[in-house]
């Protein structure tokens, strides 16, 4: 071969290089596996794909069964799920009707959906709404639970506030020297006891209550009317029915009245609020003592001035001393100095 020929086969061989290598840089790739695309592939949201298994790999998955989603999807809470079933069974499910909630409310560790929530009856024990209750002969309304718990007889009146009681001396370390006499009673029987002393929060208050009547005697033919310290009558009135757990939370608010009587005199004159919110704290403590979360829930968001805001502030005077604290306040505190309603934060 010539030299001219030489020179010409060399360029064109170089230029047959760089068409060759020209047509491999423009040839499209798969977005996915970087494989090169045949004459016919698949488009899916805007990226090449050269197989169907490539597009379900850039499809989103279902937060539920996991399965690969075509098409429209539901989207919540930062997730997404292929069908509203999926959704549905992520939600928090109604107590009542068993349904999924996509509205409603939430009680303690209680879910209700908003229907259940303005259509059911509330049980006048544990104050939840309540499927397929009782009606008890005075009117009340009772769920299946707490039917089954309920303290019906004086016997088991007496073994629960018994339990009350020593759970009671526990907490403050003073021992009750004059218990009251317990006596269970209806709701019509407890609403003429107490009468105007109810509060408007009726799941706390109609619960019990503690009396305390002095008998007057007259000292001498044309003496004074005195009172008579012997001749005084102590009684706690308990509404009967109640779930058991409830009836010992009950207890042992209305049996602290009663210590306070005995072993803290000076507070007589106090505020009620001071009263009803070391009750109910000796009330909250028993519940944490026994992990009764509904009944606590009931305490710690009570709205009632002096039952709620009372405890409120017993339980922020609390803090980590505990009793020993409440217990220092009210062996100190100057009562005429005391204000009319408890102190809010």
């Known amino acids: 071969?010539?030299?001219?020929?030489?020179?010409l086969y060399c360029i064109i061989l170089v230029c047959w290089m760089m068409l060759g290598s020209s047509a491999t840089a423009s040839q499209k790739r798969c977005d996915v596996c970087a494989r090169s695309l045949s004459r016919s592939y698949f488009t899916y949201e805007g990226y090449n794909c050269c197989s169907q298994h490539c597009i379900d790999s850039l499809r989103p998955e279902c937060s539920k069964c996991r399965t690969k989603i075509d098409g429209s999807?539901?989207?919540a809470k930062e997730k997404i799920y292929c069908s509203q079933t999926c959704f549905d069974s992520t939600l928090?499910?109604?107590?009542?009707?068993?349904?999924?909630?996509?509205?409603?409310?939430?009680?303690?560790h209680h879910h209700y959906c908003s229907q259940c929530i303005r259509n059911s009856p509330y049980c006048f024990s544990c104050g939840l709404p309540s499927s397929y209750p009782t009606k008890l002969e005075d009117g009340r309304i009772q769920c299946n639970t707490c039917r089954r718990w309920a303290v019906k007889t004086e016997d088991m009146a007496l073994k629960h506030y018994d339990r009350a009681r020593r759970q009671l001396e526990a907490w403050t370390t003073l021992k009750i020297q004059s218990v009251p006499t317990l006596e269970l009673v209806n709701l019509k029987q407890m609403e003429e006891l107490s009468g105007p002393l109810r509060k408007s929060d009726s799941p706390v208050s109609v619960r019990g209550l503690y009396s305390r009547q002095t008998t007057m005697i007259?000292?001498?033919?044309?003496?004074?009317?005195?009172?008579?310290p012997e001749h005084q009558k102590e009684t706690i009135y308990i509404v009967d029915q109640l779930h058991d757990e409830i009836f010992r939370v009950a207890a042992t608010h209305?049996?602290?009245h009663d210590?306070?009587?005995?072993?803290?005199?000076?507070?007589?004159?106090?505020?009620?609020?001071v009263h009803e919110g070391i009750c109910q704290q000796a009330a909250a403590e028993y519940c944490r003592r026994r992990n009764y979360v509904d009944a606590?829930?009931?305490?710690?968001?009570?709205?009632?001035?002096?039952?709620?805001?009372?405890?409120?502030y017993f339980n922020?005077?609390?803090?980590?001393?505990?009793?020993?604290?409440?217990r220092y306040w009210m062996e100190t505190v100057d009562v005429e100095s005391l204000p009319e309603k408890a102190p809010t934060p």
């Open 1 to 7: 071969m010539s030299r001219i020929g030489s020179i």
């Open 73 to 75: 999807y539901i989207e």
């Open 92 to 108: 928090p499910r109604c107590e009542i009707c068993q349904g999924a909630i996509h509205n409603g409310y939430s009680i303690s």
């Open 218 to 228: 007259k000292r001498g033919f044309f003496g004074a009317w005195k009172q008579s």
């Open 254 to 256: 209305e049996l602290m």
């Open 259 to 273: 210590l306070i009587h005995e072993y803290f005199p000076r507070l007589e004159q106090a505020p009620l609020w």
């Open 296 to 312: 606590l829930q009931s305490i710690e968001t009570c709205t009632d001035p002096d039952y709620g805001d009372g405890y409120r």
């Open 316 to 326: 922020n005077l609390a803090g980590f001393e505990g009793w020993q604290a409440i």
